[in-house]
């Protein structure tokens, strides 16, 4: 069926996009989160028909990791200021409410954070609460489907007020299969976020917050199976800080992107990739850090048996800055992912990647590194496990300074009913820098209890 041509490529697409599908702005970490990288449990089916689509690769930049991530882990909600595409790790029932499809569920967390303001010395310790309620209402007609989504997340730490958020996502999708060879997908996007304290890695001792609007169209051509098949889309952002604006306004960005992708069948399952990527980072009130970053990428994308699929490209990457008084920089850049499924009731997703980023006003830019793993596995019908590594190397750029972070975390959730299901995570954070007062080590430790109709 022609109806989601962009969900042709599954979780190739979703694996690859997670962390190299427009680099976060001025958001260097929000702290490391590394949930499931599935948008679906193990053994469960999509939200609803109607309103699962490829949105993941149509969120704003700070949208897009946990968009892709999924999985509904508690870590997600906690103090990254991320607000993303709904997710859950249950199957919702819907309502009719004709011609609308709408599924409501929420999510609630409890939990303990030993390092809050992700302090090197001085740490802030607090116990915490978060509710996250979502909804998506989603219109099929024939070919074509539309969704609205809402997502929010409401913190409170209760020996810190002062990190407590109040974050909000609301989002559309319009999903048009014109002919069997030509397709549109666009997602327009509103975010309210948050930075933590010392979520950038600059300095900041304070809760930042911003809005973020987003557009992105894509268009493809070539029906499924084809020898060829061609992609090209556009994007547009804007990020607005509300809070401390003499010193925040200075990373206010507003972002242009552009793409271009053929894809040639090599095989019966296997696709050759050859793309490329410019994107224009304009700073209104800070001329001197607006650049362009361009990428020429080869690889392939492949499902080469019911246990394995997954995606690769490499290249090399420019980015350039528009007044001359930064050094530019280039060089390699790659993204990947691959799932394997060696049971029906076990997956294990790993993906890496390498580019260029925004270094939020430490040195010209930073060139990043990441590697992920996470194992998600059925124990039973009602029991769940979900384990997730994760490692990050920022090098920056035109001063002396690296960091290495790292993310551990274990979830063991119980499906009380279809539409309840309980869990405890714990997770651990670190950072190492080799810049003085960089370095913290942070423990959460949650539990979650989930609910739908």
């Known amino acids: 069926?022609?109806?989601?041509?962009?969900?042709?490529?599954?979780?190739?697409?979703?694996?690859?996009?997670?962390?190299?599908?427009?680099?976060?702005?001025?958001?260097?970490?929000?702290?490391?989160?590394?949930?499931?990288?599935?948008?679906?449990?193990?053994?469960?089916?999509?939200?609803?028909d109607a309103v699962v689509m490829d949105a993941a690769n149509f969120q704003s930049q700070e949208a897009i990791v946990l968009a892709a991530a999924g999985g509904g882990e508690a870590a997600d909600y906690v103090g990254g200021g991320k607000s993303s595409k709904p997710m859950t790790q249950l199957n919702p029932a819907s309502i009719k409410a004709e011609p609308f499809t709408i599924t409501p569920w929420a999510n609630l967390i409890a939990g303990s954070d030993d390092n809050v303001s992700l302090a090197s010395a001085v740490k802030t310790k607090s116990n915490f609460y978060v509710f996250n309620p979502n909804v998506m209402a989603g219109l099929r007609s024939g070919m074509h489907t539309y969704t609205a989504m809402y997502s929010g997340n409401f913190a409170r730490y209760t020996s810190s007020s002062q990190d407590n958020y109040n974050?909000?996502?609301?989002?559309?999708?319009?999903?048009n299969s014109w002919t069997a060879r030509?397709?549109?997908?666009?997602?327009l996007d509103y975010l309210k976020g948050h930075d933590g304290?010392?979520?950038?890695?600059?300095?900041?001792?304070?809760?930042?917050?911003?809005?973020?609007?987003?557009?992105?169209?894509?268009?493809?051509?070539?029906?499924?199976?084809a020898q060829g098949q061609f992609e090209v889309a556009a994007g547009l952002s804007n990020k607005r800080y509300e809070t401390n604006l003499a010193v925040m306004n200075v990373y206010d960005v507003d972002k242009r992107d552009l793409s271009a992708a053929y894809f040639h069948r090599v095989g019966a399952a296997t696709q050759a990739i050859i793309e490329v990527r410019d994107a224009h980072l304009t700073y209104p009130m800070s001329a001197n850090s607006s650049s362009t970053e361009r990428r020429y990428l080869v690889g392939a994308q492949w499902e080469a048996t019911a246990k394995t699929s997954g995606s690769f490209k490499?290249?090399?990457?420019?980015?350039?800055?528009?007044?001359?008084?930064?050094?530019?920089?280039?060089?390699?850049?790659?993204?990947?992912?691959?799932?394997?499924?060696?049971?029906?009731?076990?997956?294990?997703?790993?993906?890496?990647?390498?580019?260029?980023g925004e270094s939020s006003g430490v040195g010209n830019f930073m060139d990043s590194r990441q590697e992920n793993l996470a194992w998600h596995h059925d124990w039973?019908?009602?029991?769940?496990?979900?384990?997730?590594?994760?490692?990050?190397?920022?090098s920056y750029q035109g001063v002396a300074r690296e960091d290495s972070l790292?993310?551990?975390?274990?979830?063991?959730?119980?499906?009380?009913?279809?539409?309840?299901?309980?869990?405890?995570?714990?997770?651990q954070q670190k950072r190492s820098s080799t810049a003085a007062g960089f370095d913290y080590t942070r423990n959460l430790v949650m539990f979650s209890l989930e609910g739908s109709l």
């Open 314 to 356: 490499i290249g090399r990457m420019n980015k350039s800055f528009d007044s001359g008084v930064r050094a530019s920089g280039s060089g390699a850049t790659w993204e990947g992912g691959l799932r394997w499924s060696p049971l029906t009731y076990s997956v294990v997703d790993v993906t890496v990647g390498k580019a260029m």
């Open 197 to 225: 304290r010392n979520a950038l890695g600059n300095g900041r001792n304070t809760l930042e917050r911003w809005h973020n609007t987003g557009l992105r169209a894509k268009a493809h051509y070539g029906a499924e199976g």
């Open 167 to 175: 974050d909000n996502a609301v989002g559309f999708d319009a999903n």
């Open 406 to 427: 790292s993310n551990y975390g274990v979830k063991v959730s119980y499906g009380i009913q279809r539409w309840l299901r309980a869990g405890a995570e714990i997770q």
């Open 182 to 187: 030509f397709n549109t997908l666009v997602h």
């Open 1 to 48: 069926m022609y109806a989601n041509k962009f969900q042709c490529k599954k979780v190739v697409l979703a694996l690859s996009a997670l962390l190299w599908v427009g680099n976060s702005v001025a958001a260097e970490e929000q702290p490391l989160v590394v949930a499931a990288v599935s948008a679906q449990p193990v053994s469960e089916a999509p939200v609803a």
């Open 380 to 394: 039973s019908s009602r029991v769940r496990s979900t384990l997730t590594l994760g490692a990050t190397k920022n």
